[in-house]
Each structure stands twice: as structure tokens, then as C-alpha cells.
């Protein structure tokens, strides 16, 4: 046989060398074997010349063949016609996990960069319910326990609009879904987003009492969260909620609670932001996330402000290596999400769980690939009513997989991109399908600087990996 490198990236932590194999979605600590290996390789290499190079620098007969039979099958080395592999297509038919019910698609806030209802909002809400009514959410949970076929664990997530101005049908819907679900044998747990706004003890008892997760959006300190994040008055909406959000995380102690922020043009000092979030305000976790637009809005960041968000980013994730060397956690949730799945060894078709494993449903009952799809007319998946339109889901399915995406073949960072956010993808360049290429470099860059930290930690504390076994990323 003769052999070529697979394909993987490079790279070192704490001293030690690593590779991060593509196809697998796994991470190979290099020792002093594999690096001989390394070096005799060259592109193509025949079985007797490698056994040779590797006799020629000390190992025993016995000890190269088993290297090389080894290296092999972790596909560090790959037979010279080997072809590329490809994530597995999923099942035609794939159990339902997740649903997100947009219980409204009314705000009581205007913020100038929503997807639901900015400039580039996909939602065509005309003529339809502005809240769900309780029939149409009782289906919703129907459905989802009907498409949840040999699932243990079920999850549903509340969402808006604001999702709290429909907090009564909440509450019968956690009712509701909790005693069907045990009727089903299964688990349920609740989340929601909201904007806090609406926040108050009662609620905050609820929350805690049913063991709801809760992230709230919120843009950091008065003057940055006040920039967008306004009343339909232009009124800044910090000074209401952060005394509800400090009360939140005071009172509701069954489940972390997490920040989630929107960055835009002139909201991107990443590390203040962090640290009025989690040290002044208390988040168990902070996440951030570019605005989801067009490049032609005044909110839009720019490539330079793009790359101060990244330089800002690094600093927290050597503050978060930091922490997890000592065994505490930190909150950043970015550097944390893509941990997991780098524990997991996550290998995606596609770049999330939208129209796979979740769904999301809206105030109609129409059912769309996620939340951010929601009163979509063009995107429709069906209606909870008469089910999943199969054709549409291959559809959408089929556009969104990794294979139909040749931009990314040649790029180590696929397993965990997948080319992208379908929504952000939708806004920029009109195709759910189309890799989100203005991202490519920032994410090599991030994917980079994780598996670094990976590395560093696995080397120095390797315990500390054991919590993101079973992690779920945002």
C-alpha cells in the first residue's frame, strides 16, 4: 500500500504537539512516534519506504508496523486513493428533540436590529395570530411528542417576540407538556429567552419552581445596551431591566442563568461587556454573537470591527484557560460551547439541529426550521395540524448539508461550522444553503484558538474536560 497524510490541522498547547483529524472531528496528541512518522512521510509514501525511515531512526520492526497500522486507522495517514470522506447524511426520518413555540410575535420593544422585525426580517406575519392560543400550543406539544419517537429526553423553549407577554399560556403549556410527556415515558425541560422586561417575583417563582432555563438578551452596560436595545419611544430599556435581572438571578436558583448579546457597530468592547454582565450583574454565563444582517445597515460591523471583537475575544479565552487550569469555571460561553463539542467530537452535516432535531412552531401553528424561520411563509415546513411537508424539509435539508457547500470541502474548521448559521446565510446572500464565507477566517481563527485551549487543558487538567460530555452548544 502507499499512503498520504489525511487531512487534519496542526497545532500545540502547553508544549505538546496535536492534531485536530478533519474527517473524524477528533483531536490526536503527536508523541515522539508519530512525529518520526510525520517525517517520513512525504506526499506519497509506499509501505517499505515508511517501515524503512522509521527502522532508520530506532524504532523495532514489530514497533513500525504497529505505528503505522495505528496512525492508520486514526486516519492520520490514508491510503494514496482513498476518497474524501463525508459526514453521513441523516435518516430520512429523524426523532424531533427540540421545539422552540414563539408563543408571540409581539415586542414590547423596538430594537432597530431584530430579525423578526427589522430591515432584514424573512417573517410575513400579515393576517396571522399575534399569540398562540392554547389549542394551537396543546397541538404543538402533540406534535412534538409524536415526532419524538424513542427520545428519553425532551426539550421545549419558549420564545418570542417577547415571550413573556404570553406568560399565561406559558405556564398551562409547561403544565400541559410535563403531564403528557410522562405519559409518554419521557423527559421534559423548559427554557426561554426573553428581554426582561416583564419580569416579576411571581414569575421569577414560576421560573424556578419548574426548573425553567432562562438567557436573557441584553447588550452589556447602560450606554451600549441603550444604543438598540430601545422602547418604541427611543427610551433605552436598561434601567428597567437590571434590577429585574439582578432579582432573576438572585431568586431563581434551580438553573444558571445566562446573558446573550447581540454585538453591532459601536457595541463591541467584548471584555467590558463580559465583565458588567457576569461580575456586576451576576450571569452564570455570557455569550456573544455578531448581528445577524445585511453589510449595508448602519449596525451592521465592519471588517475592522470585526477584528477588534476577535482580539477581544482571545483576551477572554487566556482569562477562561486561566480559570480552568485552577478547575473554575469563568462564563465565557463561547470558548465553553465549542469545548463541547470538541469533547464530543462533533463531526456536522449540517451546521445546527434547524429542520433535523428541532423545529420551531409560531402563533399559526406553522412549523419552520427554527425560531429565527418562524412566520415565513417562503420557509414553511408545514403546519402542526398536517405535519412536516417532506419535501420541503428534504429541500431545505438538502441545500443545507456540508456536501452541497464546496467552498467549505477544503477547510479544516468544517466539522464544527458546516458553513454556517441557514439564517444568517438566508440575509446575506439570499440561499439558506450558501456557507457564510464574510465568517470563514474569523472562524478558522476561533475554532484555532479553542483547540488550544483544549489542548492546554487536557495536558495540565484533563478532569476538567469531563463536564462538557454531554453539554449542548447554543
Known amino acids: 500500500m502507499t499512503y498520504r497524510l489525511g487531512e487534519f490541522h496542526p497545532f500545540q498547547a502547553e508544549g505538546e504537539r496535536f492534531l485536530y483529524l478533519v474527517p473524524a472531528g477528533a483531536i490526536f496528541q503527536v508523541d515522539e512516534?508519530?512525529?518520526k512518522l510525520l517525517r517520513c512521510m512525504e506526499i506519497s509514501t509506499p509501505h517499505d519506504k515508511l517501515i524503512s525511515g522509521l527502522v532508520d531512526q530506532g524504532m523495532s520492526l514489530e514497533d513500525a508496523e504497529g505505528l503505522v497500522s495505528e496512525m492508520f486507522h486514526a486516519n492520520v495517514i490514508i491510503s494514496e486513493t482513498a476518497a474524501a470522506e463525508r459526514p453521513q447524511t441523516p435518516p430520512a426520518v429523524f426523532p424531533l428533540q427540540t421545539l422552540v413555540m414563539n408563543l408571540t410575535n409581539q415586542c414590547n420593544l423596538s430594537c432597530q436590529y431584530c430579525y423578526e422585525f427589522g430591515a432584514d426580517k424573512v417573517a410575513t406575519p400579515e393576517g396571522k395570530p399575534k399569540f398562540m392560543d392554547l389549542p394551537t400550543a396543546k397541538a404543538s406539544v402533540d406534535f412534538l411528542l409524536s415526532q419524538a419517537e424513542g427520545r428519553r429526553n425532551i426539550h421545549i423553549t419558549f420564545f418570542g417576540g417577547?415571550?413573556?407577554?404570553?406568560?399565561?399560556?406559558?405556564?398551562q403549556v409547561v403544565s400541559y407538556a410535563t403531564e403528557k410527556a410522562a405519559e409518554k415515558g419521557c423527559h421534559i425541560d423548559f427554557s426561554l429567552t426573553t428581554n426582561a422586561t416583564l419580569l416579576t417575583p411571581a414569575i421569577i417563582e414560576f421560573l424556578s419552581e419548574n426548573r425553567i432555563g432562562v438567557t436573557v438578551s441584553m447588550d452589556g452596560p447602560k450606554e451600549m445596551h441603550d444604543q438598540l436595545r430601545v422602547f418604541s419611544n427611543g427610551k433605552g430599556s436598561y434601567d428597567i431591566i437590571a434590577p429585574k435581572v439582578r432579582e432573576l438571578i438572585q431568586n431563581h436558583k434551580t438553573r444558571p442563568i445566562t446573558a446573550r448579546v447581540t454585538l453591532t457597530a459601536g457595541v463591541t468592547d467584548v471584555v467590558r461587556i463580559f465583565k458588567h454582565l457576569k461580575q456586576d450583574l451576576g450571569f452564570h454565563e455570557v455569550g456573544f454573537a455578531p448581528v445577524t444582517t445585511s453589510p449595508n445597515q448602519l449596525y451592521a460591523i465592519n471588517g475592522t470591527g470585526m477584528d477588534s471583537v476577535l482580539g477581544q475575544f482571545h483576551l477572554l479565552a487566556k482569562e477562561y484557560l486561566e480559570y480552568a487550569l485552577r478547575g473554575e469555571a469563568h462564563g465565557f460561553s463561547n470558548v465553553s460551547d465549542t469545548l463541547a463539542e470538541l469533547c464530543q467530537g462533533v463531526n456536522k452535516s449540517h451546521p445546527c439541529g434547524a429542520g433535523l432535531g428541532l423545529m420551531g412552531v409560531g402563533?399559526?401553528?406553522?412549523?419552520a426550521p427554527c425560531h429565527r424561520f418562524v412566520d415565513s411563509d417562503q420557509h414553511a415546513l408545514g403546519h402542526i395540524s398536517t405535519g412536516i411537508d417532506l419535501a420541503k424539509q428534504s429541500d431545505f435539508l438538502s441545500r443545507g448539508h456540508i456536501d452541497s457547500k464546496y467552498d467549505c470541502h477544503t477547510c479544516w474548521a468544517r466539522p464544527l461550522c458546516a458553513g454556517g448559521c441557514h439564517h444568517e446565510a438566508f440575509v446575506r446572500y439570499g440561499d439558506t444553503?450558501?456557507?457564510?464565507?464574510?465568517?470563514?477566517?474569523?472562524?478558522?481563527?476561533?475554532?484555532?484558538?479553542c483547540l488550544e485551549i483544549y489542548g492546554a487543558i487536557a495536558a495540565k487538567n484533563p478532569e476538567f474536560l469531563m463536564q462538557f460530555a454531554e453539554r449542548k452548544s447554543a
Request: overall charge negative.
Open 33 to 35: 512516534a508519530v512525529e
Open 162 to 171: 417577547e415571550t413573556l407577554m404570553n406568560f399565561p399560556l406559558l405556564k
Open 363 to 367: 402563533p399559526s401553528g406553522d412549523i
Open 433 to 449: 444553503g450558501h456557507p457564510n464565507l464574510h465568517y470563514c477566517d474569523w472562524i478558522r481563527d476561533w475554532t484555532n484558538t
